[in-house]
């Protein structure tokens, strides 16, 4: 390719022009010049280059990635190509990139438009991108300094994919591509899966009338290896534990400690499908005034039939042995007798988004145009199959329940003796077990035959957002001389009608606590070494249990819907719809959440220029109003009573009836913003801009509805209830940076930012009872049953007491047992979200893009350091409010494109970061990680492009603990993905 030098702000200009399209939907479009000579280039050197110039010649602090020629994006996920720009890092989903966090504020706290839309999601505020496919996208803006003329609802930045547009490129363009996708940890679908995209843009009538349709359908399969420790229960007493041999080192003053629930592995194998397509139709009515109408439609499907197997421990009954390290962790446990168990699930849902928009421009004097913009769109997300969530636990059991002769499902089963867990600083937690039969013999293994059902059950969750957008944005442009340059003015009403329904089909009678359990015949059982399972890991050969046993999820289900049970049928079957799914599937809707917004807005904007010391300084003010109204509604189905099932299974008693509850909410803001820049000498620039923003509450916290959490079991016993008085987040942000383009398609950057948040949320729990639900446990029967079974030197488990309570009231042990007048009421941790919270945010961003001359050798490196006060104390146990997301990171990428031929190697580094809180407010962090990932290309022909494409090639692991690192709490490996395909332009 020949290069050729040029004045680089008039290129800048004109590219700026090509990425837009049109002046509304690219805010950093300027006016347009004559006689400029503009070069297409294309690759991945074009494509840097072309995003540099974007970067210099906008206002304020603007990034961007643009394609590398139609229908190529650098990235075959929008996400992983928006985690090399400069401040920005991405969250993982099944080992693809998905939500973005910007400046270290977490993925609700960035605003994504399309060709300057609000796009609606489903839950939060977050677009996810794993559901876009990114053949139709042209370039992708992220304003990280927000304008008046911006949409609100990014406080860490606003990202603006831009979709082509045929008038824009006048013409025939089409480019077809098809690749094939190798998953090397894909176990269960096909190795290789399809990726097939094209996209077709054409003009006629003398380039007045446009059409483009763009359409892409990837195809995957994967598979996840994990381990996870569910919870960490903080403060578990011991001291009923008989002959127990504790080594004790804790060294906090406040000699609290965290012990493990249960600890196990799972193998997912999952498949996605990803159908996108665009449909643009263009008219110029005449040189003043076009036409546009677009379709934009995205569908993914995602199945995910999981194995999950491990032990279960009882929150400090019956221990032998443990060891609790200096942060108070139980690092060595071990237990007698308790579960084993296999997990059958299958996971199904569909995301699907669609999009109609109209626009019209309208050029009405060589100084004034006005744009109308509006679009209809919907996100929804709901379960398909049987379900979001439907599952089946089989295996073995302690005698807790058994038969005359000591067995859990019949003659000479299998029962844990001692059941082990030993997690580290480091690697997965190494979990397992001895066992004895039915006459106290050792046995080695289990087997089919030890095996039977416990329970099972669905949940139905669906959710949708319907919205609607109008926007009038006007123009005015200075043909004269003077200081202004344009004034731009508009207005703008969005509505947005959230919904989220849930059902849940309570427990099927499967369990052996009710008499119903069966026994499976021994050749549906599998057995499965575990050799290699999460061998990313440094200590995953030490598995002390290397098998587990599975059985085909359809034939355990068949057999499952045929148990009968003998206790209570009718809380299992009222109301319970018969159909083709038999009786696995949800029951009625429990909670039906409802929220409208309403946001009003007006803004006006001016830019102007002055002469200082000969240069131009360029200055844009601007201020805009907003009004947000917030209507909710939903019916619930409160539960009435608890029921304690057995040991430590409870469910709760729903009312038959469900209640309707309402509230509502309003809030008004004026942001202002006003931005800076200056070239202090030639090339170099230097910007300060000031701006308040707003990020709107997720929308489903805004609701009014009361949920009961999971099962009320002892000690985890949560409701959650909306509020829709929240306030938006609203944050003071200051920006300074220096710019240096020395060279063509290179440049430095340096920039601090500091943000003021104010109305940050904070999730505040109260302990609460409420009305009509009494506790069994901790009730005088239960008591009498405790002080019973010590008496008689039994150990008072949740099991034992459970059957005693039933001994003395003359009833079958497996009987459940419901509250009385005589039982307490239950104590809950009731959660509300509530604006609480003032917070700094500052850091620094480092950027470097060099090209080495015409050797066709790049470097693009970049990072960003975060800090404030919104950090956690691992160390405090009393709730405490922290920021999710905050994280350094830095991306380093190599190129060479020449000849046809390009090349990208990049390394990205994200440092470990707060992720969560667990539900007992203890801190959960992601630790740090990091990803190489390959891209090569070359130009077979002028038309045909082979390339390939290598993703995680390391295979690296993600790991996630509380507090501490050996507070293990979940961990995934998924291997590398490589891409191989070719590209037809014509």
Avoid at 853 to 881: C, H, K, Y
Wanted: with cysteine; glycine share 8%; hydrophobic share 35%.
């Amino acid at each position: 390719m020949t290069t050729k030098h040029f004045n680089k702000s008039m290129l800048a200009t004109s590219l700026s022009l090509i990425l837009a399209g049109n002046f509304a939907t690219n805010a950093m479009a300027q006016e347009q010049q004559e006689n400029i000579e503009v070069i297409e280039i294309s690759g991945i050197k074009g494509s840097l280059i072309k995003s540099m110039d974007v970067k210099r010649s906008a206002t304020g602090v603007v990034d961007a990635i643009t394609a590398e020629d139609i229908g190529k994006f650098p990235d075959a996920n929008l996400a992983e190509s928006l985690q090399r720009i400069t401040g920005v890092s991405i969250d993982r989903s099944n080992n693809e990139g998905s939500k973005v966090t910007v400046r270290g504020m977490g993925p609700e706290f960035n605003l994504v438009t399309l060709n300057g839309r609000q796009l609606p999601t489903v839950g939060g505020r977050s677009f996810d991108f794993a559901n876009i496919a990114t053949e139709g996208v042209s370039a992708v803006e992220i304003y990280k300094t927000t304008k008046a003329d911006l949409p609100s609802g990014g406080i860490g930045a606003t990202v603006n994919m831009l979709t082509a547009r045929p008038l824009t490129s006048p013409g025939l363009k089409a480019s077809l591509g098809v690749k094939g996708v190798l998953e090397t940890s894909n176990e269960a679908g096909d190795d290789i899966t399809p990726e097939v995209s094209g996209i077709y843009s054409n003009t006629f009538n003398d380039d007045k009338f446009g059409v483009l349709l763009s359409g892409s359908y990837q195809d995957r399969n994967n598979r996840e290896e994990k381990a996870a420790i569910d919870n960490w229960i903080p403060n578990v007493d011991l001291s009923a534990s008989p002959n127990l041999e504790l080594t004790d080192n804790n060294q906090r003053s406040d000699g609290a400690t965290w012990y493990p629930q249960n600890s196990g592995y799972s193998i997912n194998d999952n498949e996605r499908t990803r159908v996108n397509g665009q449909l643009v139709l263009q008219y110029a009515v005449s040189d003043d005034f076009t036409a546009t109408v677009d379709y934009t439609y995205s569908k993914l499907e995602f199945e995910s039939n999981r194995n999950a197997f491990g032990v279960w421990f009882n929150n400090g009954g019956n221990v032998k042995s443990a060891t609790i390290n200096e942060n108070g962790t139980y690092t060595n446990v071990a237990e007698i007798g308790g579960d084993y168990a296999t997990n059958l699930s299958r996971a199904e849902y569909e995301n699907e988004n669609k999009s109609l928009g109209l626009n019209l421009q309208w050029q009405a004097s060589d100084s004034l145009k006005f744009e109308l913009d509006a679009h209809d769109s919907s996100a929804t997300n709901k379960g398909a199959g049987l379900g979001n969530d439907a599952f089946l636990i089989i295996g073995n059991t302690s005698c807790g329940f058994c038969d005359d002769a000591g067995d859990a499902f019949g003659p000479n089963t299998a029962n844990i003796n001692v059941k082990t867990n030993s997690v580290a600083g480091s690697g997965v937690p190494l979990w397992g077990f001895d066992l004895v039969n039915g006459q106290g013999n050792p046995q080695a293994e289990l087997t089919g035959a030890d095996m039977g059902s416990l329970f099972g059950a669905v949940t139905q969750e669906d959710k949708t957002n319907d919205m609607t957008q109008f926007q009038l944005k006007g123009e005015w442009v200075n043909t004269e001389s003077g200081f202004l340059n344009k004034v731009s003015f508009g207005a703008a009403r969005t509505k947005m009608e959230f919904r989220h329904t849930t059902a849940y089909s309570q427990n099927l009678p499967a369990g052996w606590w009710n008499w119903s359990a069966v026994h499976f015949p021994d050749d549906m059982f599998n057995r499965v070494a575990l050799d290699g399972l999460l061998d990313g890991f440094s200590n995953a050969g030490d598995k002390p249990v290397n098998y587990y046993l599975t059985a085909d999820f359809d034939k355990v289900l068949n057999l499952f819907e045929t148990i009968e049970d003998t206790i209570a049928p009718d809380i299992f079957n009222d109301g319970w719809p018969e159909d083709v799914n038999g009786k696995f599937q949800s029951g009625p809707i429990d909670n039906d959440s409802r929220v409208k917004e309403t946001t009003t807005s007006l803004y006006t904007q001016a830019n102007m220029t002055f002469e200082v010391a000969q240069r131009p300084l360029n200055v844009s003010v601007g201020v805009r109003f907003e009004k947000t109204e917030i209507e909710s509604m939903g019916l619930e189905r409160p539960a009435v009573a608890m029921e304690w099932v057995n040991g430590n299974e409870w469910e709760y008693v729903y009312a038959t009836e469900q209640s309707f509850s309402d509230g509502s909410g309003d809030t008004e803001e004026f942001l202002p913003s006003i931005d800076i820049d200056y070239e202090l000498v030639d090339d170099v620039i230097a910007r300060a801009s000031y701006s308040r923003s707003l990020t709107r509450p997720p929308i489903d916290a805004l609701g009014s509805t009361k949920n009961f959490v999971g099962n009320p079991k002892v000690g985890q016993r949560k409701v959650e209830v909306g509020n829709p008085q929240l306030k938006p987040y609203v944050a003071d942000n200051y920006d300074v940076s220096l710019e240096y383009y020395y060279d063509q398609g290179s440049y430095v950057s340096v920039g601090y930012f500091n943000k003021k948040v104010d109305n940050f949320l904070v999730n505040v729990t109260t302990n609460e009872t409420i009305e009509g639900l009494r506790d069994v446990f901790t009730g005088p029967r239960a008591e009498e049953a405790r002080e019973q079974l010590i008496a008689e030197g039994i150990q008072p488990s949740d099991q034992a007491i459970h059957d005693r309570i039933n001994a003395n009231m003359g009833v079958e042990p497996g009987t459940r047992i419901g509250a009385d007048e005589t039982d307490p009421l239950a104590t809950f941790a009731v959660s509300k979200d509530v604006n609480l919270r003032a917070s700094r945010l500052y850091g620094w961003e480092i950027g470097l893009q060099h090209m080495f001359g015409d050797s066709g050798f790049g470097v693009q490196a970049n990072a960003t350091l975060v800090n404030g006060d919104v950090s956690v104390n691992r160390d405090i146990t009393t709730p405490q409010f922290a920021l999710v997301g905050m994280s350094d990171s830095a991306n380093l990428s190599a190129i060479y494109d020449k000849d046809g031929l390009s090349v990208r190697i990049s390394y990205n580094w994200r440092d470990e970061f707060l992720s969560d809180f667990d539900q007992h407010s203890s801190p959960a962090f992601t630790e740090a990680y990091s990803q190489i990932d390959v891209n090569v290309n070359y130009q077979v022909t002028e038309q045909l492009t082979v390339f390939f494409e290598g993703l995680n090639i390391t295979e690296e692991t993600q790991r996630v603990y509380v507090r501490y690192p050996e507070q293990f709490l979940n961990g995934a490996q998924y291997g590398a993905r490589y891409n191989l395909g070719a590209r037809y332009t014509f």
